[in-house]
């Protein structure tokens, strides 16, 4: 298993400022992945945290608006730049591990307000 | 291309009565398949997961799940409902030779009456 640790839990912004997120795993692990959760919703996949090159972005999320670093393989950040309240949700960083499973964090939670 | 419906976004059930929250899957690869149960303000937990072994999985607190390929399902059950299963629960797949790339659900909220 992998132990997941966000920072910070939760937070209230104001429009136009942005936020960056922490993630750092107990283990070493290759796959590293940022998902969003809208109020009510369901799970989407953000990107792939890449270790020591440029985060690979799913269909509707650019690097200009979530930029994702990956130092190391135990921590990955994620910001949420120039935020609005759209972008209210709960961030949640997980990790896959060789068991074939994937792992959450607790997940940030975050008001724009 | 990989989708999951999870049918009923609510279901309601009586403590020690049956649970039963419906997923179905569409995957143009061997599917690996994962349910999640998200508890109020928590991150998510994995109940069980399918990754072409046996069709009938075991999960955590008593869930299972069976993987039936010609109803393209993964429905997820527990013979008696506990008070402390009310959470959100999630399906979602994976390709074969997953990579953690999950395709999630819109998730179920399970309501459990006393």
């Known amino acids: 298993s992998a132990v997941i640790s966000q920072k910070p839990s939760r937070d209230i912004c104001q429009r136009g400022t942005s936020l960056t997120i922490q993630c750092q795993v107990d283990?070493?692990?290759?796959?590293m992945f940022w998902y969003r959760q809208q109020p009510g919703q369901s799970l989407t996949l953000i990107a792939t945290?890449?270790?020591?090159?440029?985060?690979?972005?799913e269909s509707g999320f650019v690097i200009d608006k979530f930029p994702i670093s990956r130092p190391n393989l135990t921590f990955s950040t994620l910001t949420v730049s120039n935020m609005s309240p759209e972008d209210s949700s709960i961030y949640l960083c997980?990790?896959?591990?060789?068991?074939?499973?994937?792992?959450f964090g607790e997940g940030s939670r975050l008001t724009v307000l | 291309a990989q989708s999951v419906t999870q049918l009923g976004s609510h279901v309601s059930v009586s403590e020690g009565a049956l649970v039963l929250l419906r997923c179905n899957y569409s995957?143009?690869?061997?599917?690996?398949l994962f349910w999640y149960v998200q508890y109020p303000n928590q991150g998510l937990q994995l109940l069980l997961k399918?990754?072409?072994?046996?069709?009938l999985v075991k999960g955590i607190n008593g869930f299972e799940a069976e993987f039936k390929k010609s109803e393209t399902s993964f429905h997820l059950t527990k013979p008696s409902a506990h008070m402390s299963d009310a959470a959100e629960y999630f399906c979602?797949?994976?390709?074969?030779?997953?990579?953690?790339?999950?395709?999630f659900g819109q998730g179920t909220t399970l309501q459990v009456k006393p």
């Open positions: 997980s990790v896959y591990t060789n068991t074939g499973e994937l792992f």
């Open positions: 283990s070493q692990v290759t796959m």
């Open positions: 945290a890449n270790q020591g090159s440029e985060a690979t972005y």
């Open positions: 995957s143009s690869v061997p599917p690996y």
């Open positions: 399918y990754t072409s072994a046996a069709t």
């Open positions: 979602a797949v994976g390709g074969s030779g997953n990579t953690g790339k999950l395709i």
